[in-house]
């Protein structure tokens, strides 16, 4: 224990304070919720209502009861027009200070002696706490305990969680609440629903609460509950539990490795789960999910029989996520037969990206197919690539693959100001291409249109035909 010298001026003012708490010392003993006649904070108002003289109250530094005692001890104490050294008492939530003259404990005198500051009080009865026989829930002007394990009222909740400036709302069905969004779990004090705590929540919900409890253990008076996958819960969420109270995981982590835990659980039991609802067999469960019919049945041939999949929504997007890992690739070459596979690995993005950018390469594919033009250098290569994407895409996508194009050569710069031309738009790096250049553009025209709107056969000529211009 260590002792400070206090000033003389803040030695007086700590004595009138004592003082004034002694004179009624039953303001000192909280309220109990259990009002049972074996309670010791019953017997404590007992015994100190018996008390006619303030006098009297030194008698009790003799009693063998720490509270008492120390009560008796602390008014000795103040006695003591010499005293000017205090003990400072270190805790997780500041320093208090007390006056000692005798053998009480020093965390039951820094209570009896703090009585104003609702967190410090508390240590007052914490010989009773730590025995079992009280919880105490201090708050504010909220100041009761338990001898029965009794939850406090809604009102200590919302004390404290006023006192830790932590901001909360009443939902629609009255409960209270703190945070937003969509998975979210209640807490519970001695199993009676206390708060309903939210996954957007970034600080620690229960931390701030068990500031202002005094308990023999705190993971024992608390619980959890969970509105989705009550069935897949395991021993890990113990020690899940365990880091949340100890204050190592905020609201949000705690959910999140919840959910995590629980997710894995059902997908090893083989569940097909989507939000709360458990269905039946995969079929049912596709069913819900609005991809295509060929996505659904290379799904159903590639995924690993008996593993189960979780997601929150309804959605393609969720469900490609949750899948994709494991049968992404195998689902994607189903899709698009025709692409190759190197390129299809190189794709990013998310599933639905992917899935897009395949699509949009496998029918470039085929019309690259259907026109069978054979390029002969790099300037035939560039006119072959801009006929797909016109026929593709359009004018938009043509532009787009100019607007890309990094050109050096003259010849490739004459078949990007035939398609300008004929597009009718405006380059801003026509000033790079030669007047041969565009000169050769030009003469590239007539044989383009075609390339771009005959048929296969007639866009095979067209385009052996430019050989004339193209080296």
């Given at each position: 224990m260590k002792y400070k010298r206090e000033s003389k001026e803040k030695n007086l003012s700590r004595v009138r304070e004592i003082e004034k708490s002694l004179e009624n010392p039953l303001s000192l003993i909280p309220q109990c919720l259990d009002?049972?006649?074996f309670?010791?904070?019953s017997s404590y108002r007992k015994k100190l209502s018996g008390i006619k003289e303030r006098e009297d109250l030194e008698k009790l530094s003799r009693s063998k009861d720490e509270f008492l005692r120390g009560i008796g001890e602390t008014f000795r104490a103040i006695k003591d027009e010499e005293i000017s050294f205090s003990g400072l008492l270190k805790t997780p939530h500041g320093s208090a200070t007390f006056y000692k003259k005798g053998d009480t404990d020093q965390y039951v005198l820094a209570g009896i002696q703090n009585s104003g500051n609702d967190i410090f009080r508390m240590l007052a009865f914490s010989r009773d706490v730590l025995s079992g026989k009280l919880t105490i829930y201090s708050a504010g002007d909220y100041y009761k305990g338990s001898c029965k394990r009794s939850a406090p009222e809604r009102d200590f909740i919302e004390k404290a969680l006023s006192e830790e400036r932590i901001l909360?709302?009443?939902?629609?069905?009255?409960e209270l609440c703190t945070g937003q969004g969509e998975e979210s779990f209640t807490l519970n004090i001695f199993n009676i629903p206390m708060v309903r705590i939210y996954s957007g929540s970034k600080t620690s919900t229960v931390l701030a609460i068990l500031k202002h409890i005094l308990t023999q253990d705190p993971e024992k008076m608390l619980s959890y509950s969970f509105e989705n996958l009550n069935g897949y819960m395991s021993k890990k969420e113990r020690d899940i539990f365990h880091r949340y109270v100890s204050g190592e995981l905020r609201d949000s982590e705690f959910i999140d490795e919840i959910m995590k835990e629980r997710i894995k659980n059902a997908r090893i039991s083989g569940k097909y789960i989507i939000g709360k609802n458990v269905y039946g067999g995969i079929d049912e469960f596709l069913s819900e999910i609005p991809v295509d019919q060929?996505?659904?049945?290379?799904?159903?041939k590639t995924w690993k029989q008996g593993e189960g999949i979780y997601i929150e929504t309804p959605t393609a997007r969720k469900f490609l996520e949750a899948v994709w890992d494991d049968v992404g690739e195998t689902i994607?070459?189903?899709?698009?037969?025709?692409?190759n596979p190197e390129e299809l690995h190189s794709l990013k993005g998310n599933p639905a990206e992917i899935i897009e950018k395949a699509r949009k390469m496998e029918e470039v594919e085929k019309i690259r197919k259907s026109l069978d033009l054979k390029p002969w250098s790099q300037p035939s290569a560039y006119l072959y690539?801009?006929?797909v994407a016109f026929?593709?895409?359009?004018m938009d996508e043509v532009m787009e693959k100019i607007q890309a194009s990094r050109l050096t050569d003259q010849d490739s710069m004459a078949v990007q100001h035939a398609f300008i031309s004929i597009l009718g738009k405006g380059d801003s790096s026509s000033w790079m291409v030669s007047s041969d250049g565009k000169l050769k553009g030009e003469m590239l025209v007539p044989y383009v249109k075609v390339i771009l709107n005959g048929t296969p056969d007639e866009a095979?000529?067209?385009?052996?035909e430019t050989a004339k211009f193209l080296r």
């Amino acid at each position: 224990m260590k002792y400070k010298r206090e000033s003389k001026e803040k030695n007086l003012s700590r004595v009138r304070e004592i003082e004034k708490s002694l004179e009624n010392p039953l303001s000192l003993i909280p309220q109990c919720l259990d009002d049972s006649i074996f309670c010791p904070l019953s017997s404590y108002r007992k015994k100190l209502s018996g008390i006619k003289e303030r006098e009297d109250l030194e008698k009790l530094s003799r009693s063998k009861d720490e509270f008492l005692r120390g009560i008796g001890e602390t008014f000795r104490a103040i006695k003591d027009e010499e005293i000017s050294f205090s003990g400072l008492l270190k805790t997780p939530h500041g320093s208090a200070t007390f006056y000692k003259k005798g053998d009480t404990d020093q965390y039951v005198l820094a209570g009896i002696q703090n009585s104003g500051n609702d967190i410090f009080r508390m240590l007052a009865f914490s010989r009773d706490v730590l025995s079992g026989k009280l919880t105490i829930y201090s708050a504010g002007d909220y100041y009761k305990g338990s001898c029965k394990r009794s939850a406090p009222e809604r009102d200590f909740i919302e004390k404290a969680l006023s006192e830790e400036r932590i901001l909360f709302h009443t939902n629609q069905s009255g409960e209270l609440c703190t945070g937003q969004g969509e998975e979210s779990f209640t807490l519970n004090i001695f199993n009676i629903p206390m708060v309903r705590i939210y996954s957007g929540s970034k600080t620690s919900t229960v931390l701030a609460i068990l500031k202002h409890i005094l308990t023999q253990d705190p993971e024992k008076m608390l619980s959890y509950s969970f509105e989705n996958l009550n069935g897949y819960m395991s021993k890990k969420e113990r020690d899940i539990f365990h880091r949340y109270v100890s204050g190592e995981l905020r609201d949000s982590e705690f959910i999140d490795e919840i959910m995590k835990e629980r997710i894995k659980n059902a997908r090893i039991s083989g569940k097909y789960i989507i939000g709360k609802n458990v269905y039946g067999g995969i079929d049912e469960f596709l069913s819900e999910i609005p991809v295509d019919q060929d996505v659904k049945d290379l799904f159903k041939k590639t995924w690993k029989q008996g593993e189960g999949i979780y997601i929150e929504t309804p959605t393609a997007r969720k469900f490609l996520e949750a899948v994709w890992d494991d049968v992404g690739e195998t689902i994607i070459a189903g899709m698009f037969p025709h692409v190759n596979p190197e390129e299809l690995h190189s794709l990013k993005g998310n599933p639905a990206e992917i899935i897009e950018k395949a699509r949009k390469m496998e029918e470039v594919e085929k019309i690259r197919k259907s026109l069978d033009l054979k390029p002969w250098s790099q300037p035939s290569a560039y006119l072959y690539d801009l006929a797909v994407a016109f026929r593709h895409g359009g004018m938009d996508e043509v532009m787009e693959k100019i607007q890309a194009s990094r050109l050096t050569d003259q010849d490739s710069m004459a078949v990007q100001h035939a398609f300008i031309s004929i597009l009718g738009k405006g380059d801003s790096s026509s000033w790079m291409v030669s007047s041969d250049g565009k000169l050769k553009g030009e003469m590239l025209v007539p044989y383009v249109k075609v390339i771009l709107n005959g048929t296969p056969d007639e866009a095979k000529k067209a385009f052996a035909e430019t050989a004339k211009f193209l080296r």
